[in-house]
């Protein structure tokens, strides 16, 4: 059974710091692209930041550009966002996702195959 588990969101103040973690289980970890969604009640799911398999490749939305920064660890099937200069404008859940490395690359949630269950993170003003 595939299992994705979101940690690390927290209340934090406008101009902080924040690591999220996604621990995978029950997949061959570097097999898998690995991406982060971020959600606010109302609105769609919107891309954040993406790693390839070996971590060799990132791609970031440009809201987050220079301020959020992805990277995995294989051996500990863990993927993680570094959030720096958190804004209000930031505040979601925050979701990871996989997606087999195979296939060809995509922003696109609808493409991914496994989901964790969402970290909130509140940036205060």
């Known amino acids: 059974q595939v299992q994705l588990v979101e940690s690390g969101g927290a209340m934090v103040p406008a101009g902080g710091s924040l690591s999220l973690s996604c621990a995978a289980s029950?997949?061959?970890?570097?097999?898998?692209?690995m991406i982060w969604f971020r959600q606010v009640p109302g609105k769609e799911r919107e891309f954040v930041a993406h790693i390839n398999w070996s971590g060799g490749s990132t791609y970031y939305a440009d809201s987050v550009k220079g301020r959020f920064t992805i990277s995995r660890d294989n051996a500990k099937n863990t993927v993680y966002l570094q959030m720096n200069r958190l804004n209000p404008e930031d505040t979601a859940v925050y979701y990871c996702?996989?997606?087999?490395?195979?296939?060809?690359?995509?922003?696109?949630?609808?493409?991914?195959?496994?989901w964790g269950q969402g970290t909130q993170v509140t940036v205060s003003s």
């Open positions: 996702a996989a997606r087999g490395r195979f296939g060809y690359n995509t922003y696109d949630p609808r493409q991914y195959d496994y």
């Open positions: 029950g997949l061959t970890f570097i097999t898998y692209n």
